[in-house]
T-cell receptor, first 114, second 113 residues
Framework: TQLLEQSPQFLSIQEGENLTVYCNSSSVFSSLQWYRQEPGEGPVLLVTVVTGGEVKKLKRLTFQFGDARKDSSLHITAAQPGDTGLYLCAGASAGGTSYGKLTFGQGTILTVHP | NAGVTQTPKFRILKIGQSMTLQCTQDMNHNYMYWYRQDPGMGLKLIYYSVGAGITDKGEVPNGYNVSRSTTEDFPLRLELAAPSQTSVYFC????????????FGPGTRLTVT
């Protein structure tokens, strides 16, 4: 069974601060996805990383995939109240019979105070 | 495109009742999934389907059943509802090829009392 350990579970910060969320596993993933979920809604895909060492930027959000494709991080610069939400990482199994099944981390609840 | 739609949005069931959660996608995705999300937890896979007529169990299938008669629809059936099935249920779909980015519906909040 593949596991993704996501940390921290909770983050409460002031507007303008920086933060990093981590996802770690002992398993190799073919791709790693980050989702953001707002209360009462379904998760929405933010980014997908597929290559070991890959770095992707989405405005103030920077996503990195570990060289061995076992871990990933999400860094937010100068957080804003609009960044508040639940952030989920999810890994797609390496292997032809995975059928796109994702392993999800437990999630990080981020609250950014004005 | 509407994407993935789910009905109902909310439902309260009594113990022992049954119901079907509906899920429809209009993206012509072959792969579809049902998850449950409990407070403070990530998403746990209940069932998945790789195409019409083909379904398989996920991590937590007990107490649930699914069917897939068309590419678009993937209903989830709860038989003999139990309080442990109180949760938020999400349906998702993805394209058959990698990297398997999933598109989620808005969810159904189910309470069993």
């Amino acid at each position: 069974t593949q596991l993704l350990e996501q940390s921290p579970q909770f983050l409460s910060i002031q507007e303008g601060e920086n933060l990093t969320v981590y996802c770690n596993s002992s398993s190799v993933f073919s791709s790693l996805q980050w989702y953001r979920q707002e209360p009462g809604e379904g998760p929405v895909l933010l980014v997908t990383v597929v290559t070991g060492g890959e770095v992707k930027k989405l405005k103030r959000l920077t996503f990195q995939f570990g060289d061995a494709r076992k871990d990933s991080s999400l860094h937010i610069t100068a957080a804003q109240p609009g960044d508040t939400g639940l952030y989920l990482c999810a890994g797609a199994s390496a292997g032809g019979t995975s059928y796109g099944k994702l392993t999800f981390g437990q999630g990080t609840i981020l609250t950014v105070h004005p | 495109n509407a994407g993935v739609t789910q009905t109902p949005k909310f439902r309260i069931l009594k113990i022992g009742q049954s119901m079907t959660l509906q899920c429809t996608q209009d993206m012509n995705h072959n792969y579809m999934y049902w998850y449950r999300q409990d407070p403070g937890m990530g998403l746990k896979l209940i069932y998945y389907s790789v195409g019409a007529g083909i379904t398989d169990k996920g991590e937590v299938p007990n107490g649930y059943n699914v069917s897939r008669s068309t590419t678009e629809d993937f209903p989830l059936r709860l038989e003999l509802a139990a309080p442990s099935q109180t949760s938020v249920y999400f349906c998702a779909s993805s394209f058959q090829g990698g990297p398997y980015e999933q598109y989620f519906g808005p969810g159904t909040r189910l309470t069993v009392t």
